[in-house]
């Protein structure tokens, strides 16, 4: 599962931005998207320009209270976030999405997220609290992988099919499955399409 680091630097902290601030969440949210390098939180999955993006807030228990804030805040897909339960009690313990081990401690493996340790019990809630793993978004990452494979048979080389994959950055959609069935840097790509 990937990183999205969380930085002090932030222009939502140096802004001192409010989520309370109607008119401050529109650029809460395009700041969160660039941080994020244009994916969704949750799903992996690349944010186009006319995808409906929620600001997240991860741990419901802090939303309207003074606990909430950019570090509970995550861009994600509105169908994502709709879709995700409502209370957070029946997952704690659970892992923070910016933690900095979740990469160690969450692997992809046979289309699904799983913990790397079967007791990691902070891993298997965030997992569950997430839905990364629902049917729906399992469909939608396999046939991602699918048509990204296409795309690899019919380049034939791997230079030409580098290329293309950095000609969109929705090609690099679901990153962490990217990762390991290609065997791809998706951040060196993502570096690589914003110099396109």
């Known amino acids: 599962m990937r990183y999205f680091k969380k930085q002090n630097t932030s222009a939502i902290i140096s802004g001192n931005l409010s989520y309370d601030n109607v ?38 228990r802090h939303k309207n209270t003074p606990n909430d804030g950019y570090y509970n805040w995550y861009a994600t897909l509105h169908w994502l976030n709709s879709h995700k339960p ?7 313990p659970i892992l923070i999405p910016h933690d900095i081990d979740i990469k160690d401690r969450i692997r992809y493996e046979d289309g699904i997220f799983i913990p790397v340790n079967t007791d990691d ?39 030409l099919f580098l290329r293309k994959m950095i000609e969109d950055q929705d090609n690099l959609s679901f990153a962490t499955a990217i990762e390991h069935v290609f065997g791809l840097d998706v951040d060196a790509l993502i570096t690589m399409c914003l110099s396109l």
């Not at 965030?126 to 469909?139: D, H, P, R, S």
């Open 86 to 92: 409502k209370l957070i009690d029946p997952f704690l």
């Open 121 to 159: 019990i902070e891993a298997q809630n965030l997992i569950g609290f997430l839905g990364v793993n629902k049917v729906e978004v399992y469909n939608d990452r396999v046939k991602h992988i699918n048509r990204i494979r296409t795309l690899k048979a019919l380049c034939g080389d791997d230079n």
């Open 23 to 60: 008119a401050e969440r529109t650029s809460i949210r395009q700041i969160l998207i660039k941080e994020q390098s244009g994916f969704c939180a949750y799903s992996e999955r690349y944010i186009k320009h006319t995808d409906s993006v929620d600001i997240e807030h991860f741990d419901p």
